[in-house]
Every structure is written in structure tokens, then in C-alpha cells.
């Protein structure tokens, strides 16, 4: 079974609202790229993945007009993919949700939120990812109230073969600045919204201590907008957010999730590191790339021997082979897929 995560830039503003794509020559909200030349590449690279199932961040809007399902179906049924059916979970207010596209022969999901809900005073236990998690940001002994913008979708997935488990897809908030006027607001907001995350990733590692102890095989997947050695905030913190969802090394090997190219990462600054993201800055004239996009299993399922890949179009040389799958890798989205090949 293939599973995949793979964040599509600006997805919604490829649909209308009754959630036709938009297949003309207007500006798509990719820079240089028109709704056409992205539908089109997104149309390829998903035919390439092939994948049973597809966590998609920033999957189109769900609101009182708009609905992410349909989008996502008409899609795969215009684009002629065996992944046909989607979920989602709680909706948000970004137009960035997060969904899950698979293949209803394979598997079949049910969205199962854990927790308790909270009123506005929030909770410290693992409350339902649309509440309220209480947490000490500063250390000045008044916690602070955490929200997810986006909250994480819980799955409880059946595969056509009887097998369960569970999958949370996953979009952690970004650290950037944005809104920043000067260097000195720059900073506060970097240290307040790198605080805002860990307690996010924090909230979401208390969740998988919940399936460890429980038994439960477990993947959690997507874009954490973090990774160790990411940022010079990591030092002032002491660890990336990535790997507190982990576990660390500090961890019992058996309550650690597993994923080999944050492994790679937490070798050392001086190893070769993998990329999933790739960004243009303007203003240097080049491109940032970043590790920022997971595929995070449980022990149980790390000894079913699987394979991950980013399919990246310089660093796969499969994807750098084909010109036309090479192109649209670039031209879909500043992300690229991370898939998992598991017997399941």
C-alpha cells in the first residue's frame, strides 16, 4: 500500500464553488503559474503517485459555500485517479484544510477525534484538536491558551485486508514573521510563533503517547513547518518540534516514532540533508529549500520494513528522468509528495 502527504499550494483556488476546477489561463495564486498549468501538473503528478491514500495539506476550502469533498472528487475523477473518495475532519478558517483522497477498494477511513472538548479555559490533558490546550509558553507560570489554526484530522482506517490503525494528518503553524515591520518585531514574533508550535507539537505527542500505550499502529503525516537544525530559534528552545513528536532520544524505542529523513536530519548539520519544500526568495534572487514534510510511523509498523521517498525533481533521479513529471513537481506546488510503501 502506497501512502502519501503532499502539500498542494494554494489547492482551493483552483475550484469554483461548486467545486469545478478552473481550467483556464487566469492566474493561479502561484507565482507565474496559471490555474491551467497547475491543474495540469497536479493531474500528473498524482497519476504518478498512484498512491491508496493521500493526507492533503492545504486541501480546498470547506466553508458555507464551498466544500472540500466534492472538490476533491471532482478532481480525481477529472484527472482519472483510482484515489476517488475523500474525508476530512474539522474545517477551518485558513482555506487551507486538511484532507485525506484514497482509494475506497483499499481502505476505508472514519474521522475519530480523541480527546475531551474544553471551553475557553483549555485543558492539559490532550483535549480535541478544535479546543483548547493549556501550556506555560515562557516559564512564567501562566499557561497560555494554544489553538490549532488548522486542527489535525484523526483517522480510524480499515485496509481491504481487515488490518486497523490510525493516521493523523498533520499542519503545524509556520514559525515566519509574517506581518513583521521591522528586525526587532521580527524576532518576538519568530520566538512567539516558534512557541506557538512546540506547544502544538507538544498537544499532538501527548495524543500519540495516547495510541502507543493503546497498541495502536500508527502513522502521523504532513507538514510540521519545522525540523532539527531548521532555524537558529531551535538553540534558544532546545529542540525542534519534529522531534518531540518523535519522542527523542530520550524515549523508550518502543513509544518513538520513526522517520528516516528526520533521522538523516539529527545526524549533524554537516550531512547531506533531504529536502521536501522548496522556496523562492525574491530579494537574494535564489531558492531556500527546507526538510518540513513527514511520514512518521510506530514501531510495529517500522518493522514491516517500509519505504519512504520524496519525490523531489533534482534529488529523485526517477522524477529528474522524466522531463514532463520533473516539470510538473515543479510547477504544482513549492512542496513535493513523501510517500510510504508498507505491507499493510
Known amino acids: 500500500m502506497r501512502i502519501a502527504t503532499y502539500n498542494v499550494e494554494w489547492f482551493n483556488t483552483l475550484f469554483d464553488d461548486a467545486g469545478g476546477l478552473i481550467d483556464d489561463d487566469s492566474w493561479s495564486s502561484r507565482h ?117 489554526s488548522k486542527p489535525p484530522l484523526e483517522l480510524e482506517v480499515e485496509t481491504a485486508a481487515g488490518n486497523r490503525l490510525r493516521m493523523i494528518g498533520v499542519h503545524a503553524k509556520s514559525k515566519a514573521p509574517h506581518g513583521a515591520r521591522n528586525d526587532a518585531e521580527a524576532t518576538r514574533l519568530s520566538i512567539q510563533n516558534r512557541r506557538k508550535q512546540l506547544a502544538q507539537c507538544i498537544w499532538l505527542r501527548q495524543r500519540v503517547e495516547h495510541h502507543l500505550d493503546a497498541g495502536d499502529p500508527l502513522i502521523v503525516l504532513g507538514d510540521f513547518n519545522d525540523g532539527p537544525g531548521l532555524d537558529e530559534y531551535e538553540k534558544l528552545f532546545g529542540r525542534s518540534g519534529v522531534e518531540i513528536v518523535l519522542g527523542g532520544e530520550q524515549a523508550d524505542p518502543a513509544r518513538r516514532l520513526f522517520d528516516p529523513h528526520a533521522h538523516q536530519a539529527l545526524l549533524g548539520r554537516i550531512a547531506a540533508q533531504p529536502v521536501t519544500a522548496r522556496f523562492y526568495l525574491a530579494h537574494k534572487k535564489r531558492y531556500l529549500s527546507a526538510l518540513l514534510d513527514y511520514v512518521m510511523v510506530s514501531e510495529d509498523l517500522r518493522a514491516k520494513r517500509p519505504v519512504w521517498r520524496i519525490w523531489h525533481p533534482f534529488d529523485d533521479v526517477a522524477c529528474y528522468q522524466v522531463p514532463e513529471l520533473r516539470e510538473a513537481l515543479l510547477t504544482a506546488s513549492d512542496h513535493f509528495p513523501v510517500t510510504l510503501d508498507i505491507e499493510l
Open 32 to 148: 507565474d503559474v496559471t490555474k491551467a498549468q497547475q491543474t495540469e501538473a497536479l493531474g500528473i503528478v498524482f497519476t504518478a503517485l498512484d498512491a491508496d491514500a493521500v493526507m492533503i495539506i492545504e486541501a480546498p476550502d470547506h466553508n458555507g459555500r464551498r466544500a472540500t469533498v466534492p472538490a476533491l472528487e471532482n478532481f480525481a475523477q477529472t484527472m482519472g485517479l483510482r484515489a476517488n473518495r475523500a474525508i476530512i475532519g474539522f474545517e477551518n478558517h485558513t482555506q487551507q484544510e486538511i484532507a485525506l483522497l484514497y482509494d475506497p477498494t483499499k481502505l476505508t477511513p472514519r474521522h475519530d477525534p480523541l480527546g475531551h472538548e474544553t471551553g475557553k479555559k483549555g485543558a492539559r490533558d490532550a483535549p480535541r484538536f478544535d479546543s483548547v490546550f493549556r501550556w506555560d509558553l515562557d516559564v512564567d507560570a501562566a499557561p497560555d491558551l494554544i489553538r490549532f
